[in-house]
């Protein structure tokens, strides 16, 4: 297919205007005032007032995917993400405590067995324990190592000062509900779903920003054309003027003719001042997806879009692009991992229905130690003191003196209909709602990947169109000129062919750019979409 720069809108040769005598001027009053409020607007200062800069459409991609403010919030998220998955999975992590405390009692006696008048108790306790949650299972354990030290006045004691030591673990195991899934798990499970949507939505708002940046910089490109084409009518409509006053001094014209051209001169001088507008408003779009702040360079400057535009399109193949779409479209990504969000919350919902079985085991382990008294009887005479300390009672824990073990089923279960089952009900409901919200969204995908096509279809028949009609608008002023130059047609007709020539070069101008406008939507379409797809997550 043949490549059409749009160049040719915008360097069009200004057509020669035969020139005769004529008569003296008139007044130049609607000059004046076409001058002075283009001079009004002169002092106007926009951004952009800055040295003129090349800007190439890689180049604003480049800088928009580096500066761009709402990219660099985005990339944040997934970090956020991360640290709540690391919170999350905290929950796994081993929790040692331990405790040191002593005290000192001194009690009546109450019975001969209290071992004297009053009694004095002095004990230090020193504990310590690890306890760690299981992501295997739903288990947890638990080890203690315990170790006290007792000295008392009680005649009886028979071992004074005592040191007693255990060590004992349990660990406890569901077996029906919190087996496969618990809270805690759910929660990882979701946040690590959260941590893909965060890098789809990233991924979104890139491939957005991309195309808000191609149609901003296509925008630009279309001011800045049609900025130049009201220069040209300015300068035809400024052509026709001299022309005129000419005919009008050599008496072949009369003065009238002056005013109509100098009113469609001054029309012209709007429109350009309404293009200058455009151009500077479709260059501060333009920025704002480019640059990171008003202190960059780029703020300030004057883009100069460098990259011209062409009617070159490539083959579409429209149900590959379509598969294309329904592939890696982050909408349809992002809504597939929320229902993945829903189908965790729903086996979650489905297994808290379950019997709450827990099964627990416990073993033990004993130690005992210190200064051991032998007495003759109960509270009698000590005839043999056996020297003695708390590594008798590790030694005794080492050898497995004194074990106890202990193995308990627990079992619960609400009689009647449980608030599990009612919400287990509603998220299957919910879940259904979602598949049929996918199904419906891969319908809106094809249907807008279709509608991206037809668009491109329709915009090369309007390129056609306006460019035969720019082609017959340029003969059509150089017959009217002709006529006008042979006496044989009015000012009015040459007036009217500028307009029009103008119009056309503007209208064809519009088409070839909405044409790369819709090559650049047909681009998004299959990768992205402007906003999300409104599926709700199951809570």
């Not at 005598?21 to 007032?49: E, H, M």
């Not at 598969?323 to 969000?341: F, G, M, P, V, W």
């Not at 939507?521 to 809570?539: K, M, N, P, Y």
């Amino acid at each position: 297919m043949r490549s059409l720069r749009y160049r040719h809108l915008i360097s069009i040769p200004l057509l020669a205007l035969a020139t005769t005598a004529g008569a003296q001027s008139s007044d130049d009053s609607l000059v004046g005032l076409a001058t002075r409020a283009a001079a009004r607007l002169a002092v106007i200062q926009i951004p952009g007032s800055g040295p003129r800069t090349d800007l190439t459409l890689e180049d604003a991609i480049a800088r928009a995917l580096e500066r761009n403010l709402d990219i660099a919030v985005q990339r944040l998220n997934p970090l956020v993400v991360d640290l709540n998955l690391a919170q999350a999975l905290s929950a796994y992590s081993p929790t040692f405590d331990t405790s040191l405390s002593t005290n000192s009692s001194t009690s009546p006696s109450s019975t001969q067995l209290d071992g004297g008048q009053r009694v004095v108790s002095d004990r230090k306790v020193v504990n310590t324990g690890i306890t760690q949650a299981v992501a295997w299972g739903g288990g947890r354990y638990t080890v203690d190592f315990n170790n006290n030290r007792q000295a008392s006045t009680n005649t009886f004691s028979s071992f004074n000062p005592s040191y007693r030591s255990s060590f004992q673990g349990s660990y406890t195991q569901p077996l029906l509900r919190g087996f496969k899934i618990d809270s805690t798990r759910q929660q990882i499970q979701v946040t690590r779903i959260n941590r893909d949507i965060a890098d789809i939505d990233l991924r979104q708002l890139l491939t957005n920003t991309v195309s808000s940046v191609q149609d901003a910089y296509w925008d630009l490109v279309y001011a800045t054309g049609t900025l130049e084409v009201q220069r040209q009518a300015l300068e035809l409509a400024e052509t026709l003027i001299r022309d005129n006053e000419a005919r009008v001094e050599i008496g072949t014209m009369a003065p009238i003719e002056i005013v109509s051209a100098r009113s469609e001169a001054a029309q012209r001088r709007q429109s350009l001042a309404q293009a200058e507008q455009n151009l500077a408003t479709a260059e501060l779009a333009l920025k704002q997806l480019i640059v990171g702040g008003t202190d960059d360079e780029y703020w300030a400057a004057t883009l100069n879009p460098v990259d011209l535009p062409t009617l070159e399109v490539p083959a579409i193949d429209l149900e590959e692009a379509i598969r294309t779409a329904l592939d890696e479209r982050t909408d349809i990504a992002r809504s597939r991992r929320q229902l993945d969000i829903n189908n965790v919350n729903l086996s979650s919902l489905s297994n808290s229905r379950l019997p709450a079985v827990d099964l627990v085991g416990t073993y033990q382990l004993q130690g005992q130690g210190g200064t051991r008294f032998n007495r003759t009887g109960l509270g009698g005479l000590v005839f043999q003191e056996i020297p003695g300390g708390i590594g008798d009672a590790f030694n005794q824990l080492y050898d497995v003196d004194f074990p106890t073990w202990n193995l308990q089923l627990t079992v619960s279960y609400p009689l009647g209909q449980s608030a599990a089952d009612a919400q287990y009900a509603r998220a299957r409901i919910q879940v259904q709602q979602v598949q049929a919200q996918l199904r419906q969204l891969g319908l809106q995908v094809a249907t807008e990947v279709t509608n991206a096509v037809l668009q491109i279809q329709g915009i090369a028949r309007r390129i056609e169109a306006s460019t035969a009609a720019r082609e017959l608008a340029t003969e059509q002023l150089a017959a009217e000129q002709s006529k006008f130059a042979a006496g044989l047609q009015t000012n009015f007709f040459v007036v009217q062919a500028q307009r029009d020539l103008a119009t056309a070069q503007d209208t064809e101008l519009r088409a070839i750019l909405d044409q790369q406008k819709a090559l650049v939507e047909f681009d998004r379409v299959q990768r992205t979409s402007l906003s999300g797809a409104g599926i709700s997550i199951v809570q």
